[in-house]
């Protein structure tokens, strides 16, 4: 469980920016700058370079009918 689980219209905008490599790449330089102190920390390295590794492979949901609740 994710303290913030993603819609599947989420799911389908997110699969859809991973298809503009260049944003991509330039979304994780941002977040490698923002989110590591100097000396860089491997686990927030491995954090990041794993969410990154799910937005390449993150899909929309295929079952219809599922409720989706905004816990915001």
Do not use: W, Y
Not at 34 to 50: G, H
Request: net charge neutral.
């Amino acid at each position: 469980m994710t303290l913030l689980p993603l819609t599947n219209d989420q799911r389908a905008r997110l699969q859809r920016l991973n298809q503009q490599k260049e944003v991509v790449f330039a979304l994780k330089i941002l977040f490698l700058s923002a989110c590591v102190s100097n000396p860089p920390s491997n686990e927030a390295i491995k954090k990041i370079t794993d969410a990154f590794h799910d937005l390449s492979v993150i899909q929309p949901n295929d079952q219809a009918g599922i409720k989706e609740d905004n816990l915001i």
